[in-house]
């Protein structure tokens, strides 16, 4: 039986272009900096991002962690919205791997105000750590996919940059940002001193990221990387999926961002589903469920039992992301299975 997995952009299935270039693929050993598909893939990264240079990790935790690693010293502190990735779901790795503390500030739709982040800088004073960075997420996954715009990062980038802060962007989906602001993803990456950006979700391929910056930034993280075992050997095999998604897999986002649209419209016409739509920018949509009477445990449940597999919560918060294979009938599939859910917990 097929499941409409509508968990993650993660699930998506490489295509057969990305099997293809991979059988093909020419390696070598990238430790030694011989492999010439990864070298590919590094270029075209640092062009694509107006950056001097790229490294390509073995996934969006290692980028941020590695960027993180390379931008600070053990006893730092840095700033992060209170719900961004680096800080909610990747381990407590600032602590364990920087050894940095860090400064959490409450954003409005994923977004911190320039104000707020200026006020968590921290004066020079003998009591307190050095704020050493600013970590930005664009878009914004737990605030549903959120995009800030371009003028924005820009305030903030100058603001960091009078206290000489550099700014980590970590851009897993910045390709979905892009789009939806209609500008190139360079356009984004120019108020961000480091960008990780992801190959390994709406994209497609099946692993990686890629962490660029400028050339001496790119050469510590490059250590870093090898620190952290992502040093790989032959690993032209899975750029060479890399390369084909970001030639052929990045216009076609903009179909997931209409598939989203479509399933929010739906979700929001459905009783007991409350949903900003404020919130509905790109392939990310978060709802409340607590008009159903149910947890999202239950109501994932409910949704497998109709071939549908959605992450779960034990509270009342869901999330659904639209993909490549998830199609427009999926999407109305999913809508029937909801109200058929909502009918049978609160009636028409
Ligand atoms: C915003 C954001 N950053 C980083 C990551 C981490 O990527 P990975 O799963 O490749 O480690 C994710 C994964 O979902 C993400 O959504």
Redesign the pocket.
Known sequence: MRYIDIR?D?VTQPTQAMRDAMYRAEVGDDVYGEDPTVNKLEEMAAEIMGKEAALFVT????G?QTAVLSHTNRGDEIILEETA??FT??VAGTAFLSGVQVKAVRGHNGIMQVEDIEKAIRPENIHYPKTALICL?NT??RAGGTVTPVEHMRDIYEMAHRHNIPVHL?G??IFNAAIYLGVPAKEIARYADSV?F?L??GLCAPVG?LLVGSEDFIKKARKYRKMLGGGLRQSGFLAAAGIVALTEMVDRLAEDHENARVLAEGLANIKGIDINMETVQTNIIVFSIEGLGINGDRFASMLYDRGIKANGSPDYGMRFVTHKDVTREDIQTVLKAVQEISRELVGI
Request: glycine share 4%.
């Open positions: 993650s993660t996934s969006g935790t290692q941020n990735h680096i779901h990747e997420e914004h996954n970590d897993a989906r990780q992801c390994s979700k990221s």
